[in-house]
């Protein structure tokens, strides 16, 4: 079986994707190991505002359970509440023979060259488990970080809901100032079972040298739930990443939301796929995206309606606020029964004159209304959250906004 | 309080107000009549001076400020406000925000005293939750837009249709407020707040004393005086024939 899968990833190893500019993996090194550290404070100041930017809270205050990645090396990772497992996923393999169960099952090891990467040269990523009938609101951080120029990060990040159990994530990828280039490959198989519920909040802290490659799926069973929202406000090199979530149970839900402010050169290609398989399943992609200088953004929705009385929706709306910048919105919706419903909403436009005068008429100066303006558009009510997190998350998202504002 | 002289005014490079002159003293309140397109909204945005309002000619005075080269926020800042027949909706800003930044704060939270505040307009804690003007109907749009207006407090405030598109009910509620925001409430000398109110129902009038009522024609105001009197023959006699007679007999 392993055979099997080395196999395969050897022969997808030149494989092109299907989506995205082609990137040279062999220009990038595989980086040093780190020493680990004791607890999550010991990481040096210089970098605590990486972290801080990416979500993760260097206290672990507010958090059932931490683990931080730099570079190739796990240097920490530990959780504080009983019914939940987190540790990196190399180990996990090695603790876990049924884990061969889980890995590559939501995503093919030769989609492309990124995953056969992946295979061939993994470098940890995190594991984590809420066992069946454990709901841990306070949610577990991980962070993976890159410290070192010109290497790659190959991660394989495996999330399990057990039966009945409740998992809040926070994902927080940063890199550090000194860090010119670097590569991202994240694999992530997400399983939601029966009854239970995922919430998934990442936050993308990249820098204008980096490529990044995630490669995303997510299974959910019956009556569960997943609910992912994503935050990208700094440049990035270039980003494709296309999640996408099957729901095979009967009513599975899966929300996905995403907010995307590109500036500079950054260039991104962002989607989210639902399949809905289960009868009664739903599905809702909504995602926001600013594009300013000469950033380039193509924003993707897509459901796949296979099951009876499925419903889909895809709301995507895009501003532009510059003339040298573009946006492709991509909606797509596929039915292949009678029985399902499926829409789509799509708007891509600048900041309307008389919103701003409004403002301006409430006693605000041009600039101000035009940051008002911005923050609503992006501001989309967070839902699904435990309500302590859905605060931390709008401030984190308040934090990537003030920052690039 | 408002002093309009000569006043010519271009919008796409259409003249649309000319040679205009008025004059609002503190404590008045004024009503401008008129047919569509005579250019009343016109007046009114260019007093809050928007920018698609090109004043050719003539001056603005507030508060003895020449104002005229003022942007919007420097007006509102000196005590403008305005209530809008049309407001633009906003998407991810709810009514709530609006009504923190009218009082002046860039962030904030729905709180008790936005609650009580809002109470008075029949204005539920789920409608400050919503989007602004995203949906709303033409009754709560005019409730909305006098919410703002109380936050904000202006000492001179314009209203566009206060009164256009709402239920009985809330005609009276909406002219309550008014007379509140226009210290219509206290003795004539003690009112120091200022309007100039937009009607084209004239409902609003029965809750709401005005002092000067004015009609505008072709872009200027054609003729002026007691608010019962211009109301009256506009009734009976239309526009034109009112501006008419008043201009033969010097009757208003």
């Known amino acids: 079986m392993k055979e099997d899968r080395i196999e395969r990833a050897e022969r997808a190893r030149a494989k092109k994707a299907a989506l995205g500019e082609d990137i040279a993996i062999e220009d990038y090194g595989t980086g040093k190991e780190h020493d680990a550290l004791t607890s999550l404070d010991e990481i040096p100041e210089e970098y ?55 890995l590559w099952k939501a995503i093919p090891v030769d989609q492309d060259k990124y995953t056969a990467e992946v295979e061939l040269d993994q470098t940890h990523g995190y594991f984590i488990r809420s066992e069946a009938g454990s709901k841990v609101t306070m949610p577990v951080q991980s962070c993976l970080f890159i410290t070192s120029d010109k290497i790659r990060q190959n991660v394989h990040n495996i999330v399990i809901a057990e039966e009945n159990s409740e998992l809040h994530l926070i994902t927080g990828c940063a ?5 010119s280039s670097a590569l991202h490959l994240g694999v992530s198989e997400f399983y939601v079972k029966k009854g239970a ?67 500079g050169d950054t260039k991104i290609d962002v989607g989210s796929r639902a399949v809905l398989q289960g009868e009664g399943s739903k599905a809702e992609i909504i995602s926001r995206a600013i594009a300013t200088d000469n950033a380039r953004i193509i924003a993707r929705g897509d ?27 991509i909606p797509e919706l596929k039915a292949t029964r009678r029985d399902l419903e499926l829409s789509h909403e799509a708007a891509v436009g600048k900041i309307a004159e008389e919103e701003i005068q409004y403002l301006m008429a409430r006693g605000l ?24 997190l859905a605060k931390e998350t709008k401030k984190m998202f308040d934090m990537s906004l003030e920052k690039v504002m | 309080m408002l002093k309009i002289k000569n006043l010519t005014v271009e919008v796409e490079g259409k003249e649309i107000i000319r040679d205009l002159n008025l004059n609002i003293e503190s404590g008045e309140v004024h009503v401008l009549f008129g047919p569509n397109g005579c250019g009343k909204t016109t007046l009114l945005m260019t007093i809050l001076g928007f920018p698609n309002y090109k004043v050719k000619k003539g001056t603005i005075t507030f508060k003895g400020v020449d104002i005229t080269d003022f942007t919007t926020n420097e007006r509102v800042k000196l005590g403008l406000g305005m209530s809008f027949q049309h407001p633009p909706e906003i998407r991810g800003v709810k009514l709530g925000d609006m009504v923190n930044i009218a009082l002046g704060k860039k962030e904030g939270e729905i709180d008790e005293s936005m609650i009580e505040l809002a109470k008075r307009l029949n204005i539920a804690v789920e409608f400050l939750n919503r989007d602004v003007n995203l949906g709303f109907s033409g009754g709560e749009v005019k409730r909305s837009e006098i ?11 314009m209203f566009d249709e206060p009164d256009s598109g709402v239920d009985v009910e809330n005609i009276e509620l909406i002219g309550k407020i008014m007379c509140e925001l226009l210290d219509r ?34 872009g200027r105001i054609a003729c002026s005086g007691m608010p019962d009197e211009i109301t009256k023959r506009i009734m009976e006699d239309g526009f034109e024939r009112c501006v008419e007679l008043c201009s033969v007999k010097g009757a208003c």
């Not at chain 1, 990044?212 to 997510?218: E, K, N």
Request: hydrophobic fraction near 35%.
């Open chain 1, 48 to 102: 605590k505002q990486n972290l801080l930017d990416a979500g993760i809270e260097p206290s672990e205050r507010e958090r059932s359970g931490s683990f931080l990645q730099r570079d190739r090396s796990v240097i920490f990772s530990k959780v504080k509440y009983p019914g939940l497992e987190l540790m990196s996923t190399t180990d996990a393999i090695e603790k876990y023979g049924w884990l061969k169960e889980y």
């Open chain 1, 175 to 179: 890199v550090s100032h000194s860090v």
């Open chain 1, 197 to 263: 519920k995922i919430t998934f909040t990442m936050i993308h802290s990249w820098s204008s040298g980096v490529e990044v490659r995630p490669r995303s799926a997510v299974v959910i069973e019956d009556d569960g739930t997943y609910v992912s929202n994503y935050i990208l406000m700094t440049p990035v090199k270039s980003l494709q990443t296309y999640p996408t979530t099957y729901c095979v149970g009967k009513n599975a839900r899966a929300t996905s939301q995403s907010i995307v402010y590109a500036s």
């Open chain 1, 303 to 329: 459901v796949i309606g296979e099951a009876a009385n499925a419903k889909g929706h895809i709301e995507c709306r895009g501003l532009m606020l510059s003339d040298t910048a573009t946006i492709d919105s």
């Open chain 1, 365 to 388: 100066s041009e600039d101000e209304a035009t940051s008002v303006i911005i923050r609503g558009f992006l501001n989309v009510d967070i839902t699904g959250l435990p309500d302590a």
């Open chain 2, 147 to 157: 919410l703002q207006l109380l936050a904000q407090a202006p000492d001179f405030i």
């Open chain 2, 185 to 218: 409430n206290k003795l004539p000398s003690k009112r120091e707040r200022s309007g100039l109110i937009i009607t084209h129902s004239g409902f609003v009038m029965h809750y709401i004393k005005a002092d000067r009522a004015h009609v505008m024609l072709n």
